[in-house]
């Protein structure tokens, strides 16, 4: 079992930015994809980014691409989301997922473990 706690989230002004941690509980966590995503109120969790165990390859969402950067340090343990050039429909709770595989689109049916998330909420 690998427990995941997120941080950094809070509240922004439009344009601001944030860094979004995860640090899991275990520190074989360097063999796991791991992955945010994000829910905001009556919608369904959408991905935003991953990033992959082995090369640190990287995946995004279209509607983050050029804005947002997934990174790890494995030293660390920790999984960064920064976030660049935030909107107001970037508003939503962000989660920490991590999976065993590297599959394409990311979906939430991927995750093994989740974190409890954290909230970002960006002002007009």
């Known amino acids: 079992q690998v427990q995941l706690v997120e941080s950094g989230g809070g509240l922004v002004q439009a344009g601001g930015s944030l860094r979004l941690s995860c640090t899991p509980s275990?520190?074989?966590?360097?063999?796991?994809?791991m992955s945010w995503f994000r829910q905001a109120p009556g919608k369904e969790r959408e991905f935003v980014a991953k990033?992959?165990?082995?090369?640190?390859?990287?995946y995004y969402a279209d509607s983050v691409k050029g804005r947002f950067t997934i990174s790890r340090d494995n030293t660390r343990s920790t999984v960064y989301l920064q976030m660049n050039s935030l909107k107001p429909e970037d508003t939503a709770v962000y989660y920490c997922?991590?999976?065993?595989?590297?599959?394409?689109?990311?979906?939430?049916?991927?995750?093994?473990?989740w974190g409890q998330g954290t909230q970002v909420t960006v002002s007009s």
């Open positions: 997922a991590a999976d065993s595989g590297w599959r394409l689109p990311p979906t939430v049916n991927d995750a093994l473990y």
């Open positions: 990033i992959r165990s082995s090369d640190d390859m990287t």
């Open positions: 275990r520190r074989t966590f360097s063999v796991y994809t």
